[in-house]
């Protein structure tokens, strides 16, 4: 079947195309199976999995843990809110007193960038990196990918525009990565106030319209406004974003083709999209969640086909 190039999932950017397209087939296999009445197998009995949270999450964190039964690991969790990291305890003792338990592979999410690359340098197991701060969000890339081509064959030369607030966003900046590798057309829409100075250095374009956007792009991906790391207002108010950003069904209307709608979740209804759009023909939301453990069960899979 052919193994990863990399020895954890850290980041898109630390992957090539064959990664991508490897992690792909194997979760079109899975896909299958958890399509079937009996949804299990034991591809990875007695391997241990630390599911290591220091930041809330409830599709990425459900859906590991999903992904995780489905292959019949053993596995634990920790929830940064209820353990010794609040009584001072660093992450590398967290983590190595999680390692003397016997623990193959760590998925972690962390509110520090680069705490996932952290900790690859320091300790043995597979890592797994569920999002650290604003930096990346590798599976989340690859199952928005993943849908996208599921949903039109390809995704080289599909036109994907990016729309909300793009600074604070580790699912942009994954996306971009991934979807670039992978030959499509990015784009990303939001106010001046949260693009990133280094957009133009990814060899993105920035456009300021929503209307602008939507008729150029075959897929929108919609993300929240990441209000909790925002330190200063970088727009008047949700209300006015809402008017100027937020994506209607009135909006599609005035589009002369049809689009797909795309978000990560979880989804500010009324403010970046309605529900109308939410729940409409458009949207694929709910298959990016089911992708989700596919993709998840395929990297588990091949990392652990790492571990010595």
Request: aromatic fraction near 6%; proline fraction near 3%; charged fraction near 25%.
């Amino acid at each position: 079947m052919g193994s990863l190039s990399v020895n954890n999932l850290l980041g898109i950017k630390y992957l090539n195309r064959s990664d991508i397209d490897l992690i792909f087939r194997t979760a079109d296999n899975f896909k299958k199976i958890i399509n079937q009445p009996i949804k299990k197998v034991p591809s990875l009995r007695d391997v241990t999995i630390a599911n290591l949270f220091f930041e809330n999450s409830t599709r990425t964190k459900l859906s590991f843990e999903l992904a995780e039964k489905r292959l019949s690991a053993d596995i634990i969790n920790f929830s940064a809110g209820l353990s010794s990291v609040k009584k001072g305890e660093t992450l590398l003792d967290t983590v190595n007193n999680i390692l003397a338990m016997k623990v193959d592979i760590i998925v972690m999410r962390h509110p520090n960038p680069g705490a996932s690359i952290f900790l690859s340098r320091n300790i043995d197991a597979k890592i797994i990196n569920a999002g650290d701060g604003t930096h990346e969000h590798p599976t989340q890339a690859l199952l928005d990918a993943f849908s996208i081509k599921e949903k039109y064959g390809q995704i080289k030369d599909k036109k994907i525009v990016i729309v909300g607030d793009i600074l604070h966003s580790r699912v942009a900046l994954s996306n971009i990565y991934c979807l670039k590798m992978l030959g499509a057309k990015v784009k990303v829409c939001g106010p001046s106030s949260l693009i990133p100075k280094h957009i133009d250095g990814l060899d993105v374009e920035h456009i300021s319209n929503i209307e602008d956007a939507l008729q150029w792009c075959d897929v929108a991906n919609v993300l929240r406004i990441q209000l909790e790391r925002q330190d200063v207002n970088y727009f008047p108010s949700l209300r006015e974003y809402s008017m100027v950003y937020g994506i209607n069904n009135e909006l599609l209307s005035r589009l002369n083709k049809k689009i797909t709608i795309m978000h990560p979740g979880p989804i500010n209804r009324g403010v970046e999209l309605s529900s109308d759009v939410a729940d409409s023909n458009h949207s694929i939301i709910l298959d990016q969640v089911e992708n989700g453990v596919a993709i998840r069960m395929a990297v588990l899979y091949l990392l652990a086909g790492k571990i010595k």
